[in-house]
């Protein structure tokens, strides 16, 4: 499989909570990545997790670490009709020069 | 603070016709710089990366080339145009010597090959 997958479409409701998943097959990352990226623009860094840590909250944000099944989440809490975008997640694997990239999950927030 | 700045925005180019896409950093020294394509909207391939002046690596076989004549330009460039080079292209910048540091992105181009 792909080194770093997330599911393609996520449709909520504004106000809504958002989860958006990703799994990763490196273990060795120090830091795992959240980019959003809106229509016709370039990624913006949304916020990142230290490996050894299982859960990071910035505002509406919770950032999800499970180290041991690899998996990392994203949850928006009262999501907001722009919050629709495309996000990825980003893992820095062992080898490459750069972060290594999903997918990405196309939110849409529906009002 | 950095910014990192790409022109132009669209561009419009027939087959055949050369290519020059630029990205500039500013308020960092030596950065790690690279080029991503994003077709579809979707996921990004990486083209190529730079850890210095001069030093250019290819990560696939393409029509495309990049170049680094100064410590924060990066260009991306081709000598003749393909249908298949039509995409979103971005550059990123991060910080010398670390894979484990965040990519920053330009606002990216779009290319579209007619």
């Known amino acids: 499989g792909e080194d770093v997958e997330q599911s393609l479409f996520l449709s909520v409701r504004e106000g809504d909570s958002s989860v958006i998943n990703c799994t990763y097959t490196d273990s060795s990352s120090t830091y795992l990545y959240w980019y959003k990226q809106e229509p016709g623009a370039g990624l913006q860094l949304l916020t990142y997790?230290?490996?050894?840590?299982d859960m990071k909250q910035d505002q509406r944000l919770t950032v999800l670490l499970n180290k041991k099944d690899k998996h990392l989440s994203l949850r928006i809490a009262d999501t907001q009709t722009g919050d629709s975008a495309i996000y990825f997640c980003?893992?820095?694997?062992?080898?490459?020069?750069?972060?290594?990239f999903g997918s990405g999950t196309r939110l849409q927030v529906q009002p | 603070s950095q910014t990192i700045h790409q022109w132009p925005a669209t561009l419009v180019q027939p087959v055949g016709s050369p290519l020059s896409l630029e990205c500039t950093v500013e308020?960092?020294?030596?950065?790690?710089l690279y080029w991503y394509r994003q077709a579809a909207g979707r996921g990004l391939q990486l083209l190529f990366y730079s850890v210095g002046i001069g030093q250019i690596s290819s990560e696939v076989p393409q029509n495309l080339s990049a170049s680094r004549p100064q410590d924060r330009q990066f260009i991306l460039s081709s000598k003749k145009l393909l249908l298949s080079d039509s995409g979103f292209y971005l550059c990123?910048?991060?910080?010398?010597?670390?894979?484990?540091?965040?990519?920053?992105f330009g606002n990216g181009t779009r290319l579209t090959v007619t």
């Open positions: 980003a893992d820095p694997h062992t080898g490459r020069r750069a972060l290594t």
């Open positions: 997790i230290f490996s050894n840590m």
């Open positions: 990123a910048w991060s910080i010398t010597g670390s894979v484990n540091s965040p990519l920053h």
């Open positions: 308020g960092t020294s030596n950065p790690n």
